[in-house]
């Protein structure tokens, strides 16, 4: 992956391949450019957690695959329906850098666990954007959920 490659490309392009993120087994890396949220228990070495949507998991995979709809610069990479998980890449406006945001549903006691992971490909530090998009994507998918 080259950052040229990275910087340059619309959309998807330039990115490496998607593969499916195992939340289990996932390591942050060490700088402060991703955010994760997971459910509360969950073995994610998370930044944060929430409790248990009160909905069942398919109606919250309905809703997180959704996610992305309309969000400025923001373009779908890959859906595993069977792991209920998607992945989207925004790019920022003024450096066109790539940022990854992956959303997982998980079925839990009494409703659906939620997994929100958004990291930047480009750079050290983002300035809390990463966090920011999560508590704003996690915001949506509260609204969505609400409407029904």
């Given amino acids: 992956m080259s950052l040229i490659g990275l910087i340059t490309g619309r959309g998807p392009a330039g990115l490496p391949p998607a593969t499916p993120v195992d939340f289990g087994a996932l390591r942050l890396p060490g700088t402060p450019n991703a955010h994760l949220l997971?459910?509360?228990?969950?073995?994610a070495p998370a930044h944060e957690t929430m409790p248990p949507l009160p909905v069942p998991p398919e109606q919250a995979w309905d809703a997180a695959r959704?996610?992305?709809e309309g969000v400025a610069r923001c373009w779908p990479i890959a859906a595993w329906p069977e792991l209920r998980q998607a992945q989207w890449v925004v790019r920022t406006a003024l450096m066109n850098?790539?940022?990854i945001?992956?959303?997982?549903?998980?079925e839990l006691p009494g409703g659906a666990g939620l997994y929100l992971y958004s990291r930047s490909l480009v750079g050290y530090s983002d300035m809390g954007v990463n966090r920011g998009r999560v508590a704003?994507?996690?915001?949506r998918l509260e609204a969505m959920l609400r409407r029904g």
Avoid: H, I, K, N
């Fill in 97 to 99: 850098y790539p940022d």
């Fill in 136 to 139: 704003e994507w996690r915001g």
């Fill in 66 to 68: 959704r996610l992305g």
């Fill in 101 to 106: 945001v992956v959303a997982q549903v998980t």
């Fill in 38 to 43: 997971a459910p509360a228990g969950s073995a």
